[in-house]
């Protein structure tokens, strides 16, 4: 059975850093395409950045310079690197695994999902 964990949330001042970890299990093979979205209160969920089975990434412009998105093929592992963080940040975060090769921050394009880990951001 295929599942996506992610750890590493949690509250930070406006300013700090958060590293969020997705553990991935179950696959055969390791995900093509692996992104990060993120859902606050009453709002859409948002992709925040995706990287591609080449490595090759994607962010929204509102992370971009803050945030980085990486994964460690080998231990199926995807990271997010949360620099400088803002108080607009603040968000449910969702790991998510896609079985195309390039994916857009669409979550329509993206078939396994996390449960989610929570990020507060303090000004």
């Known amino acids: 059975q295929v599942q996506l964990e992610e750890s590493g949330g949690g509250s930070a001042q406006a300013g700090g850093s958060l590293r969020l970890s997705c553990a991935a299990s179950?696959?055969?093979?390791?995900?093509?395409?692996m992104g990060w979205f993120r859902q606050a209160p009453g709002k859409e969920r948002e992709g925040v950045a995706v990287?591609?089975?080449?490595?090759?990434?994607s962010y929204r412009d509102s992370v971009k310079g803050r945030f980085t998105i990486s994964r460690d093929i080998a231990k199926n592992t995807l990271f997010l690197q949360m620099n400088s963080l803002k108080p607009e940040d603040t968000a449910m975060y969702y790991c998510?695994?896609?079985?195309?090769?390039?994916?857009?921050?669409?979550?329509?394009?993206?078939?396994?999902w996390g449960q989610g880990t929570q990020v507060t951001v303090s000004s």
């Open positions: 998510a695994a896609s079985s195309f090769k390039t994916a857009p921050l669409k979550a329509s394009f993206f078939g396994h």
């Open positions: 179950g696959y055969t093979r390791s995900p093509r395409c």
């Open positions: 990287i591609d089975s080449d490595g090759s990434t």
